[in-house]
């Protein structure tokens, strides 16, 4: 279990809980339980409110407390100073993106596609940033559990955004006390900003994956030449979430089955970038 102790993403994955269960309680007992006579219908809605906030909840836990693929440490630290010496005048290019490296913090190799995190203090596999909602990295091991944190949570902020329209639609101006207004409006607000806000990203982590990039891949080597073919988006997609059924994707309690990355045997501090 992965736990980092940063305040700024302890104060953001707190707000995170809190917004959630806001927007679960308000559409559930101030917009579903006063705008429908039907208690069958009323409970469905409900069910499904209740299901979608579980789904979040669980895949942002997962993204939390999940390695995000920590590329191991060395039990001795390997000193690289006398293979790396003669680099150190001249300026070498980045690594590909399928040469092994050599991480002079971690003083450890790291796999292809590896990357520094000057937040965790570890090089993590196919890092695509830190983020403060989840405090933690977003690497090969738990973008599943954060794509799906940021899918369920854009379906309840759009499924908010449609109970309150219809409760409006329907229901303005009808005797209710202002608090009733006050939470409703506040709900809407916050699936509003928070809808856009997750659809964008989920938006660009769905376009980087289908083209095989991350973000600090994007801004190291650039988009891909050519737009990656229809055949290859499955391959890269499980590559991030796992192999098997396409079914467990959507699953969060599910770990991705991603195989580790196999060095090779002759590999040394000279032949790495």
């Not at 101030?30 to 579980?54: F, N, P, R």
């Not at 999940?66 to 003669?86: A, H, N």
């Not at 809407?188 to 659809?199: D, H, N, P, S, Y």
């Amino acid at each position: 279990m992965v736990l980092n102790r940063d305040p700024l993403g302890i104060i953001s994955t707190s707000c995170v809980y809190i917004l959630l269960l806001y927007g679960d309680l308000t559409a559930v007992y101030y917009v579903i339980e006063y705008g429908q006579s039907d208690s069958l219908w009323k409970t469905l809605q409900a069910l499904l409110m209740h299901v979608l906030l579980v789904l979040a909840l669980v895949s942002h836990l997962r993204a939390v407390f999940s390695d995000p693929g920590y590329v191991p440490l060395s039990p001795t630290k390997i000193d690289f100073s006398s293979d790396l010496e003669k680099d150190n005048k001249k300026k070498k290019p980045p690594p590909t993106m399928t040469e092994w490296s050599v991480c002079t913090k971690c003083e450890t190799f790291r796999p292809p596609r590896s990357h520094h995190c000057r937040k965790c203090g570890r090089c993590v596999r196919r890092m695509d940033h830190h983020c403060p909602w989840i405090n933690n990295c977003v690497g090969q091991l738990n973008f599943k559990y954060f794509f799906l944190f940021l899918l369920y949570t854009g379906l309840m902020c759009l499924y908010s955004i449609i109970l309150v329209s219809i409760d409006w639609t329907y229901h303005w101006g009808e005797s209710g006390s202002t608090v009733d207004t006050v939470l409703t409006v506040i709900l809407f607000i916050e699936a509003v900003l928070f809808g856009m806000f997750t659809t964008a990203v989920s938006g660009g982590q769905t376009m980087a994956t289908l083209c095989d990039r991350n973000a600090i891949e994007l801004k190291r080597y650039g988009p891909p030449g050519k737009w990656t073919p229809y055949r290859t988006w499955m391959p890269n997609v499980a590559t991030m979430c796992g192999r098997g059924s396409k079914l467990l994707w959507l699953i969060p309690c599910v770990s991705p089955r991603i195989p580790d990355p196999v060095p090779p045997t002759d590999l040394d501090a000279s032949q790495v970038v």
